[in-house]
């Protein structure tokens, strides 16, 4: 395929590499990898031991994972410990939007942890050979719970905090870590804050079309006609696909090469419908930079930009530059630079990042979501476990297991946990995939109206609505509850035996 | 070392591999391995998962799972499922001794399975090769806690039962697993039944020296004398290894082979102390053909024997031959043969199983007790973790994790669990190593006076004492109980999502 660099006008300028990105982080690398002075974190690395699982397989083989702390606001020895479970990217990007873990922290006087997930960032088992087969093998959701529960123990003894209660704290695949540290941890952990966590749809329950749908939703929140618009630049689009019209489609979309392909045109029906995603995911009431770079209410600018004049094939391009082109430095659009179609229909992001993503998607979280144009305004793109299978094995050698997810982590069985926040937003596609009704006292589904991704976990912001400062005031309230129960656990010491 | 055939009188006859086990089964091939007549159990073999935990170490490769199932007392469909997570030996032998669970099975109900625990029995994930190194890498109590996840999942779909509440069962080690099924996977077993399940000791909880010191208690509890005998009996054995008299050490107790090094000493000694363990531990009222072949009141009969008259050491020999030689059958004692030492100072038995629990042992369940000689009646005998790491380092190529068992499975936090009945017999040396205190309502503790290892999962027996029938009937009302509100929770189905 030819690469022309074809003009790119309206895009206006910034970075390459902003990100065709999922639920879950992309190779931010151009954003914020280097420490933000504005943070008191240091950056420290732990001792894992590679194979929680198998004591012969990698002998007692150890690796370098990262993890921040401070103690800026720590009641030294007292307070509790506030860990962040990281989730699938460089850990200081979860730790530069998650501003509200640090003000409670200076509330609760809590030591802040924020862990690196393995073969994510800069925690790579082995290296540059950490995505080679068989050593990404190590790479599963048991040995990242098994490393933080090691982590947490053993820095419990360092700090000499062995009677801190510790609350975890994750937002998206990471509130999914922190709901499964409470489910198989509790004796380390005392609670959870798990912040738009899909942890029902990741694991194959619900409806596959929810997903697409909910992003549907939130364009249609701004108007019918808007999600009418993109229903109908995608119809225009298939029609060019469809006559073949390839030069008009590069024209159109400024792309750098004439798509020739099929498969060139499923790349950017797949790319463009990720900009929505983001979008949708993202809509935070202002600026941000996580994971893309994007103004304030993008999902309005989006439909603002869908209905900006006849021209719906231009109005989709600019819909689309408002996500991979936010600062115009782009001449012209890369299809495959821009966007990795993987195992995860929502995206797997760039760089390693993605590549472990992709693996995770390939073996235990299950991504089977579909769009239809029937229940979304998407072009039909399915996924299914034949579809995945078939990539896994060729891409990874591996077969993912479907039921395995629900079988260990409980799926909707959850009535016999406890001290579990689910938070979740309305605007937020994933929501749905999460658990939205209370089931007691202790598991309690707060709902963040007009919040998007784990909006909650964000610092508070004049343009917050009312309902996330709510959120987070109940979401203080509970977390000081459980550590206060805790800390009385902790310390009774000993009840079952006597060291005699 | 020459293995001359000395005489071996009063040791009277019957079975060459008689065995030197411990806490857990021993290589009972020669006692009961062929299916009795009087079980309704069909012998079946389930497809498993070879590795749970990394998707790239063998592919999704697969062995044969054995199991005996019977719906001889199963209300199809609806009535409960009791499932035994087999333990470390022949699944047979669990079936044979555990008699309670079938006649519960007749009052409520049930479909009943044994499962045989990975590596064990017929149950090799590799055959002949399973104890090779990397291939017994797979040995894990996570792997075989998955394993039985999967099967009961897979089970009640193939047999039309997914709104059968589970319930598991389990004495020792296999005790231990049914708590640990509670703990990690409740949303596949609705309570767990641990008879005699040493969750407290075996993750190094607890004083290493209560082991040896409550197999003391038990002959001390016939009498001070019989204790004294003991004590006295390895005091001149003692006196004969220092003088290096080792011609009549060999007299004394009919060894096959002159002793010739202090090794061969130390072999004696813990030949002679696992002795004392298997009747202490099997301390039943009756004549049984587990894991030994030993008479009614093994302890009574030890002690009988101990002071049978003036010649310690003879009394000595013939304790020994109560469980080494019950048939009479052995002409002489094989050191090396009836007794291997391993990285388990209560024994491992003999043959294959026996490997497999030393790999445990080696790994993650941590057995470090010892006896000193003050607070027991045995030759000192110290196995420290120490000696235990270069053991087991030069043995499997393995580095013991003495913290992982108690992080992995909660140590004594188990205020979060429910549904859980912790046995045990206040004869048996291994009840000061679980749960003696009830927990809460549903985290009960029962204690059977006179009560050996896991008595309540045996059958029913005239000779029973009134204190094991009281305790059968709680567990069969505790349990009934949970079958039903898990009945109407599977009843429920979906209760988070919708399938749209």
């Known amino acids: 395929m030819s690469r022309t660099a074809a003009v790119f006008a309206p895009f206006l300028l910034l970075c390459l590499a902003v990100h065709a990105l999922p639920f879950h982080s992309l190779n ?4 914020h990898h280097v420490p933000s002075k504005d943070l008191p974190f240091t950056e420290k690395y732990f001792t894992q031991i590679l194979d929680h699982f198998n004591f012969n397989s990698m002998g007692n083989g150890t690796f370098r994972q990262r993890y921040l702390i401070t103690d800026k606001y720590w009641k030294t020895g007292y307070g509790p410990i506030f860990f962040y479970t990281g989730n699938e990217g460089d850990i200081w990007d979860f730790a530069l939007n998650s501003g509200f873990i640090i003000e409670l922290a200076a509330q609760q006087g809590a030591l802040v942890i ?3 997930h393995r073969y994510y960032g800069k925690s790579l088992p082995f290296g540059e050979d950490s995505f080679h087969i068989p050593e ?10 098994a490393d933080y529960a090691l982590m947490i123990q053993e820095l419990k003894q360092e700090l000499v905090a062995l009677l801190c209660p510790v609350i975890v704290f994750g937002g998206s695949y990471g509130g999914m870590l922190s709901v499964y540290m409470r489910l198989k941890y509790p004796n380390v952990v005392a609670g959870a804050l798990a912040a738009s966590a899909p942890i029902l749809s990741t694991a194959g329950l619900g409806d596959p079309r929810q997903f697409f749908r909910d992003v549907t939703a939130d364009f249609q929140g701004c108007s019918a006609e808007c999600r009418d618009s993109v229903r109908g630049a995608f119809a225009q689009l298939k029609e060019l696909a469809d006559n073949k019209d390839y030069s008009l489609v590069q024209q159109k979309f400024g792309l750098c090469a ?3 392909t099929p498969q060139d045109m ?3 029906n797949g790319l463009l419908r990720n900009a929505f995603t983001l979008m949708a995911m993202l809509d935070y009431p ?3 930079q996580f994971m893309s770079q994007l103004p304030a209410n993008p999902v309005q600018v989006g439909c603002d930009t869908m209905m900006s004049g006849p021209d719906l094939l231009a109005n989709l391009r600019n819909t689309a530059g408002i996500v991979y082109n936010s600062t115009g430095e782009l001449a012209c659009l890369d299809l495959y630079k821009l966007f990795v179609e993987c195992a995860d229909p929502t995206g797997c992001g760039l760089g390693p990042n993605s590549l472990a993503w992709d693996y995770q998607a390939c073996t235990e979280i299950d991504l089977c979501f579909e769009s239809n144009n029937v229940t979304d305004m998407f072009p039909p793109m399915i996924f299914t476990e034949n579809q995945r299978q078939d990539y896994c094995s060729r891409r990874w050698g591996v077969i993912p297991r479907p039921g395995w997810l629900q079988l260990n982590f409980w799926g909707e069985a959850l009535s016999t946990a406890s001290n579990i926040i689910f938070s979740n937003g309305d605007l937020d596609p994933w929501a749905n995939g999460g658990v939205r009704k209370s089931l007691s006292p202790s598991l309690v589904a707060i709902n963040i109206a007009g919040g998007a991704h784990h909006l909650d976990l964000r610092g508070s ?3 917050d609505p009312g ?3 709510q959120a987070r005031k109940m979401e203080s309230q509970l977390i000081a509850e459980w550590v206060k129960t805790e800390r009385r656990r902790l310390k009774q010491g000993h009840t079952l035996y006597n060291k005699s």
């Open 28 to 31: 931010k690398s151009t954003l």
């Open 114 to 116: 924020f862990a690196e």
């Open 136 to 145: 990404v093998g190590l790479l599963t959701v048991e040995q990242a719970l």
């Open 258 to 260: 004439t798509p020739s």
């Open 266 to 268: 499923h790349q950017l």
């Open 286 to 288: 202002y600026k941000t």
């Open 461 to 463: 912001n004049v343009a």
């Open 467 to 469: 309902s996330v400062t």
